[in-house]
């Protein structure tokens, strides 16, 4: 019997990634579980558990994230949906994820989509996560944490003598605040997310120190949110405000390759819901509002950092679920206004696509998906398809095979800056591209799963950002030229392999080995991809010998990344001290790590505490040249569930 | 670099390959250890010579834990300079796990290791400028010898890794009392 409930655990994974609702499927599912057990902490952390989305980060807070080749790291296109909304957090030149104003304890699932699949009624090319929270509990509820982290490499008392350092960091600390109350279908949820971020890596300050005016000092971010679901005219609806904030954030503009304290603001409102038509068919809609702005902090001595942008979205899209199919029919439209401190060659921005999606079950185990998305935006238009079949036999094995084609699709580059170019078919749209994956799942007995997944994508027009990006030695000031460069192709190939053995009912083990390649003749195209890592994966292991107790243990490597843009900062001093020169390279070397975690229920579950030591022998882990580096960590964790 | 010394390392894999070997008569969290020892860092080159330390007291509160046992505690440490650096206190509050051994009828040794966070103080100074903090490790062994039925008087030994960019090895001597008692059942309640 226990062998049974182990194997039945093992499948609810296998079998869960097959999901009528979104259509092919979600790649990975991260459970709620799995994240509060493992060593995360915000929601960027979530990419230790899946490392074919490849991050990289300069200051630790704002990510860049390349899920398997859909698109470079100068192309952050990816989609965040929270419980179907479809949320905005792009600004500048990131997809801001850490600002979701969503905690760790709050969520149900993460779907993560590394293949071009139907996400809520849109064809989501370039990658997407999807975020649905746990279902509120009758009545009131009542959530909470609190986490404090200490980075070494400080030089304590040490300041006052020849083995002085620069302080590598202050203690961060993060907390959220969530109130639920509902009632049968009606409920209300107010929650709160707080980070700090002390910009305090000499790798940036040094190349600060002498342009800003006046320290900025902690990065603040606030994240509240408020949610209301009801029921109407029979079908579910939900209102979601958000207003993530950010004061004094020294944030990093990718073209310019600098810092600059700003401080911004993102209010959203959002509805999604949908209502029955007939006894088959549905009406889906989702609509949104933002507006970002952002404004240089003051006495900072700066410029180019006064932005506005305000978006509308939308989507509607009828649904018709018969026994063996699903069609969906819809509309979209994605409207932007921007306004900056340099002149921009398009200001506004009209997007509308339509899309039509086709669900077949051809038998109990094989199901076939084809999505359709027609796009135009003024005198340009694209389209864009996928066709997806899966097999899945139960608890024996699942096979699935896309084939994803785009063709001149018209978008919104992230990078704000850039838009001041006409971006042509190039970078102001990916380039055309035809993926393909196949992804085979089985298990070994009763405890142990296997995924096996490889990848491939060929790309064409795809434009790259040519700079090159130098540092004046004297006073590490940036020189940068940035300009939209010659369109190139080639070719990305990779794959995921995964295995998760679960051993008894105290202990699990899970292996995943990613790799990812560009092959190309073009050696822009191949240089581009380069700054991404060929080999990254993750060795984990969760104990857990009482249901009040676990340990967790990981380690994870990364290969070395390449960034040819930067090739002239190599051998640039940034920090002279007793132990010699600490220097810049365009050559971000890799690594191998090891986080512990221990975790501690209280008071009958109402109260958790975590304590985590990340990177406990001190690697250098650096994603940027011109990035911070992570160094051993402590972190200790509070959470209060009533 | 791996900055965990050698020692501490030693002494971490021998914990947990040991827990099988120790005895563990106690219900889990079933009693409480107060502890209170003078603690006396040994002369020599901590901080490079530019301080010496006067001593420092330790208190901590320990429980059986599903193996071994926890305590969690806080020590400080007061230096003064040598030259023309302040003086400084270190305040460092920690959480420790460990094993004990009985040897003989009322003799027991307990060897532990412990992480923490150091709160550097100085004098004379300001603001930001005033203080530092600063993650720490580390291990230590304790002889106890019970001299009546709830009460211990112990001593030992303690070794510490502060992960300043130069890191800071502080071994010290600990002499002390603990008091035995057991634990109220609310406390028992919130830590099961």
Redesign the interface.
């Known amino acids: 019997m226990r062998h049974f409930i182990i194997g039945l655990t093992l499948f609810h994974h296998l079998g869960a990634v097959v999901d009528t609702k979104t259509g092919a499927g979600a790649s990975t599912i991260l459970y709620g579980d799995d994240l509060r057990t493992a060593g995360i902490t915000r929601l960027s952390d979530i990419f230790i558990l899946v490392p074919d989305w490849r991050p990289s980060s300069i200051d630790g807070h704002s990510w860049l994230y390349s899920p398997r080749g859909l698109s470079p790291l100068q192309n952050q296109k990816w989609s965040v949906y929270l419980n179907g909304h479809k949320v905005d957090l792009q600004w500048i030149d990131f997809n801001h994820l850490n600002m979701l104003p969503v905690s760790i304890d709050m969520i149900d699932k993460i779907e993560l989509f590394t293949t071009p699949a139907n996400v809520e009624g849109e064809l989501q090319s370039d990658g997407a996560i999807h975020i649905s929270t746990i279902s509120p509990a009758q009545g009131f509820s009542v959530s909470g944490r609190f986490l404090l982290g200490n980075e070494t490499g400080d030089t304590g008392p040490y300041r006052f003598t020849e083995f002085a350092t620069t302080n590598v960091d202050r203690s961060a600390s993060d907390g959220s605040f969530g109130l639920t109350w509902a009632r049968e279908k009606l409920y209300v949820r107010g929650n709160v997310i707080v980070q700090h971020n002390p910009s305090s890596d000499v790798a940036i300050l040094s190349r600060n120190q002498s342009r800003v005016n006046d320290w900025p000092g902690l990065h603040r971010s606030i994240s509240p949110s408020i949610t209301v679901g009801f029921a109407l005219a029979g079908g579910a609806q939900e209102f979601l405000a958000a207003l993530p904030t950010n004061r004094r954030y020294f944030y990093h503009s990718l073209p310019l390759a600098e810092e600059r304290a700003i401080n911004s603001a993102l209010p959203q409102i959002s509805v999604v819901g949908s209502f029955p038509i007939s006894p088959l068919s549905e009406f889906h809609y989702r609509t949104s509002t933002s507006h970002f702005k952002m404004s240089q902090h003051p006495n900072t001595g700066q410029s180019e950092s006064d932005w506005t942008r305000a978006r509308s979205e939308g989507r509607i899209a009828l649904v018709r679920r018969d026994r063996d199919a699903t069609s969906r029919f819809g509309f979209g439209w994605l409207s932007e206004k921007r306004e900056g401190d340099v002149p921009l060659d398009e200001s506004e921005q009209l997007i509308v696509t339509a899309t039509a999606a086709l669900d077949r079950k051809f038998s109990r185990s094989v199901l076939s998906t084809i999505t359709g998305t027609g796009i135009r935006s003024g005198k340009k238009y694209g389209i864009e398809g996928a066709v997806s079949m899966a097999v899945d036999r139960g608890e024996k094995w699942f096979l699935r095979a896309t084939v994803a084609y785009l063709y001149s699709r018209p978008q919104m580059h992230p990078i704000t800056w850039y838009r001041r170019f006409d971006l042509g078919s190039g970078a102001g749209q990916g380039g055309d591209r035809l993926s393909t994956d196949i992804r085979w799942a089985f298990p070994i007995g009763s405890r142990a799963l296997v995924n096996l997944s490889i990848y491939h994508r060929y790309y064409s027009k795809l434009a790259w950002i040519d700079n090159s990006i130098s540092l004046y030695p004297n006073d590490l000031s940036i020189l940068s030229s940035p300009s939209i460069g010659a369109e190139t192709s080639g070719h990305i190939v990779g794959g995921r392999f995964s295995i998760h053995n679960r051993q008894s009912t105290q202990i699990s083990h899970k292996l995943v080995v990613t790799i990812q390649r560009p092959v190309s003749n073009d050696s822009t195209f191949v240089s581009g991809w380069q700054q991404s890592p060929q080999y990254l994966g993750y060795y984990q292991v969760i104990w857990q010998p009482r249901k009040s107790f676990l340990a967790w243990a990981m380690v994870r490597w990364s290969g070395k990344s390449q960034w040819s843009q930067y090739s002239h900062i190599d051998g640039i001093v940034y920090e002279t001290d007793f132990r010699g020169n600490q220097v810049y390279n365009s050559t971000v070397p890799g690594f191998v790590i090891i986080d512990l975690k221990v975790r501690k229920l209280l008071a009958g579950g109402r109260l958790d505490a975590n304590l985590l030591l990340r990177n406990i022998l001190n690697q250098v882990v650096r994603y940027h040249p011109l990035g911070a580096a992570f160094g051993f960590t402590l972190l200790v964790e509070i959470g209060l569930s009533l | 670099?791996?900055?965990?010394p050698s020692l501490v390392r030693f002494i971490f894999a021998f914990l947990v390959f040991s827990t099988g070997l120790h005895s563990q008569p106690d219900e889990p969290f079933g009693s409480l250890e107060v502890s209170v020892s003078f603690l006396q860092p040994t002369k020599g080159e901590i901080?490079?010579g530019?301080?010496d330390s006067s001593g420092g007291l330790e208190i901590s509160v320990g429980t059986p834990f599903?193996w071994g046992d926890l305590h969690a505690g806080a020590e400080i440490l007061a230096?003064s300079t040598l030259g023309d650096?302040?003086n400084?206190d270190v305040l460092i509050p920690w959480?420790s796990w460990g094993v004990s051994w009985p040897i003989v009828s009322r003799l027991s040794i307990h060897v532990g290791s412990r992480?923490g966070?150091?709160r550097?103080e100085?004098d004379g100074l300001a603001g930001y400028e005033r203080t530092?903090?600063?993650?720490m490790a580390g291990a230590t062994a304790t002889a106890a010898y019970s001299v009546r039925s709830r009460w211990n008087v112990t001593v030992g030994v303690g070794y510490e890794v502060?992960?300043?960019?130069?890191q800071?090895r502080i071994t010290h001597f600990h002499a002390g009392l603990a008091y035995r008692l057991p634990s109220p059942q609310w406390i028992k309640?919130?830590?099961?």
Do not use: A, D
């Open positions: 670099m791996n900055p965990w901080l490079h530019y301080w599903y230096f650096t302040p400084f959480l992480i966070i150091s550097f100085f530092e903090i600063e993650v502060i992960f300043t960019s130069e800071i309640n919130f830590l099961k």
